[in-house]
């Protein structure tokens, strides 16, 4: 896959609601009525990333803790285990990790920072 397919943008109103949607069906309290004020109070804050046409987001705790792990996320056939946006289609994400090397953490700090929401 290109670099092409992958972008980074601010959310919109709709991907907070969408994010907070996909957070309350994880079992998270996210104050499901709190989209317009988050996006008020923070309009560039939270970033949505698209791979393909794809839409995830991670949050600012979790990349803290994964910004040194390469994540690849797949689309393989089958169901989730649980909440899944992909189950209609017959398909679910298959995410695989692994602890970046030294020299690839040296490339990555030799370059730009990665993209994130305004503080």
């Not at 290109?2 to 919109?12: H, L």
């Not at 989730?80 to 695989?96: C, D, I, M, Q, Y």
Request: proline share 5%; hydrophobic share 45%; net charge negative.
């Amino acid at each position: 896959m290109s670099v092409d397919a992958f972008q980074v943008r601010v959310m919109r109103a709709q991907d907070i609601a969408l994010a907070l949607d996909w957070a309350a069906a994880e079992g998270w309290n996210p104050g499901l009525a709190d989209d317009a004020c988050f996006a008020t109070a923070d309009p560039e804050g939270f970033l949505l990333g698209e791979i393909a046409g794809c839409k995830f987001y991670i949050g600012a705790a979790q990349f803290e803790y994964w910004q040194h792990t390469q994540l690849v996320i797949d689309v393989v056939p089958g169901r989730g285990s649980g909440f899944s946006v992909e189950a209609p289609e017959g398909v679910r994400f298959l995410t695989r990790s692994r602890v970046f090397t030294d020299a690839e953490v040296t490339e990555l700090e030799a370059g730009e920072p990665p993209v994130r929401g305004a503080a």
